[in-house]
């Protein structure tokens, strides 16, 4: 079941390999995981992808204690294992790095690794010199007593991973490590991980980006609607081909052709100032126009003011500066004035700020359009109008539910993004505001969302495109700005800049 590593290095630790066979999970009205099977061998990158729905993410908790499989079993090195919590993944040598980070801004590198593991090695010089061991070792060039609020984003995953190793894992869950990091910084997390693979770790690396899965996997394994349908080699597999496993379609391009933009500004933005509770300034001086017809793309490391445009566009912020939308000053609006103006919002966090998640869908239907049809008739709710509406939004965006009564916080990540981008396109807008909108969704509806973007588009709407993904970006903007520090550092044409171009741009490496 296992392999031993010779490498001279006596230290090394002979590598773990996990063993799925069988394992179901059930919810209410859904099969989460039907009949899994996966072997994934030790000292690999072992790389896990599906469209939504697919059961990963049930599959990850399910290997990390989180949730109980209904039926199946887990085998670590040839022994089988039962979880009932994390804690027992942990001693078992596995651990998991989440897609949204788990650390406190306020603490030190130190202090968030040592943070619930004081009993390995206290908190004082031992504590200190096994965390540099472990830096030192895996190439992660940390300082232990700098507050992780002023690391960068790939600075942070790199505490995350830190702290697994702290614990003494052998097994590395991963869930889409990439997705919020530019082009250089996933070059460095793939050096990390080759490293890590070569010291004889097991990496379980989940992921929707087709390219990188190629290019760091040694094995593949595909999930579709809830079991394994199929395993690929990464030596001779095609993005193409992975996508036909997924999906059963071919891989999605966000290309939009021909121009569409015309003379009529829907969106002008000028000295676009904003100050934090302590005078820092988060934005500075942000100036910009969107024409009908056009896709304006926004480029960034998270952390740099994307999501306080964003946000100041909406009126959640009372930024200082102009905000015009078709002519009119909406500067003092509030957020409600700016929705039934017909600004369409998807919110880069689902969850504070695009769903009501203990509410059914079809309520779902109803936030954020509470003034105008079909969640309205006259001064009342239309509970038949939204309840028929939620349906269409499940149809015809290919939401994975039972119901449109089930409560949103049942769906999956990637279930829920879809129904929002639905939610919102269905609002006829005339200027777009979308944070990350095929964050976390797989190539069918990734390829969904584009196409309605680029409809809408080619009908007049004017787009704020925030996204982590640089081909996105290029694929579906007509212009792109580069935020770095909170100020516009740059502007790019999307027919000639390339992703590493936007990568230089985005962490000052250009200037």
Do not use: C
């Not at 935020?483 to 000639?496: A, I, K, Y």
Request: charged share 25%.
């Amino acid at each position: 079941m296992t392999t031993s590593v010779r490498t001279g290095d006596d230290s090394l630790e002979r590598p773990l390999g996990l063993t799925v066979r069988g394992i179901t999970k059930r919810f209410p009205g859904v099969v989460a995981n039907r009949d899994v099977d996966i072997t994934i061998r030790g000292g690999t990158v072992h790389a896990l992808i599906g469209e939504n729905g697919a059961g990963k993410s049930t599959l990850m908790k399910i290997l990390y204690g989180v949730q109980r499989p209904d039926e199946g079993t887990i085998s670590v090195d040839g022994q089988q294992v039962s979880f009932s919590s994390p804690t027992d993944a942990i001693k078992a040598g596995i651990g998991m790095v989440f897609q949204h980070f788990m650390l406190a801004d306020n603490l030190t590198v130190l202090e968030n690794v040592v943070l619930g593991a004081e009993r390995l090695h206290g908190i004082g010089a031992a504590a200190r010199k096994e965390i540099a061991r472990i830096s030192e070792q895996f190439g992660f060039d940390l300082d232990p007593d700098r507050l992780v609020e002023s690391l960068g984003v790939g600075q942070r995953q790199r505490v995350e991973i830190l702290k697994v190793l702290y614990r003494g894992a052998r097994v590395i869950i991963l869930d889409e490590p990439t997705a919020v990091l530019v082009p250089q910084e996933v070059e460095a997390l793939f050096t990390n991980l080759r490293v890590l693979r070569d010291s004889g770790r097991t990496i379980l690396f989940i992921s929707h980006k087709l390219d990188e899965v190629l290019g760091i996997a040694d094995d593949i394994t595909v999930m579709r609607r809830g079991t394994t349908v199929g395993e690929a080699d990464p030596a001779t597999a095609t993005k193409h081909q992975l996508a036909e496993l997924m999906v059963g379609s071919e891989l999605p391009s966000p290309e939009t052709g021909e121009s569409t933009v015309t003379e009529k500004v829907l969106l002008e933005v000028s000295e676009l100032t904003l100050h934090d509770q302590h005078g820092r300034r988060l934005l500075d001086d942000v100036a910009l126009t969107i024409h009908e017809g056009e896709v304006l793309g926004i480029a960034g490391v998270e952390g740099n003011g994307q999501d306080e445009l964003v946000e100041a566009l909406m009126g959640m912020h009372r930024a200082a500066g102009q905000v015009m939308l078709a002519g009119r000053d909406i500067s003092g609006w509030s957020t409600r004035e700016r929705r039934d103006a017909g600004v369409g919002f998807v919110p880069a966090d689902r969850h504070r700020h695009g769903l009501l998640l203990e509410a059914p869908l079809w309520e779902n239907r109803i936030l954020g359009h509470q003034t105008s049809a079909p969640a309205v008739r006259g001064p009342l709710i239309d509970r038949g109008g939204a309840r028929k509406d939620a349906a269409r939004i499940v149809e015809q965006y290919d939401v994975r539910t039972p119901s449109i009564d089930t409560p949103a916080r049942a769906l999956s990540g990637g279930n829920q993004q879809k129904f929002i981008v639905g939610r919102e396109m269905s609002g006829r807008p005339v200027l777009l505001i979308a944070a990350h909108p095929t964050r976390g969704v797989d190539v069918g509806a990734q390829a969904a969302i584009w196409d309605d973007i680029k409809e809408a588009r080619r009908e007049g709407l004017a787009v704020l495109l925030v996204s982590a993904d640089l081909d996105e970006l290029i694929g579906l903007s007509d212009r792109i700005k580069v935020l770095l520090r909170g100020r516009v550092v740059g502007d790019f044409d999307p027919r000639t800049v390339t992703p590493q171009d936007l990568g230089s741009a985005m962490t000052g490496g250009d200037r």
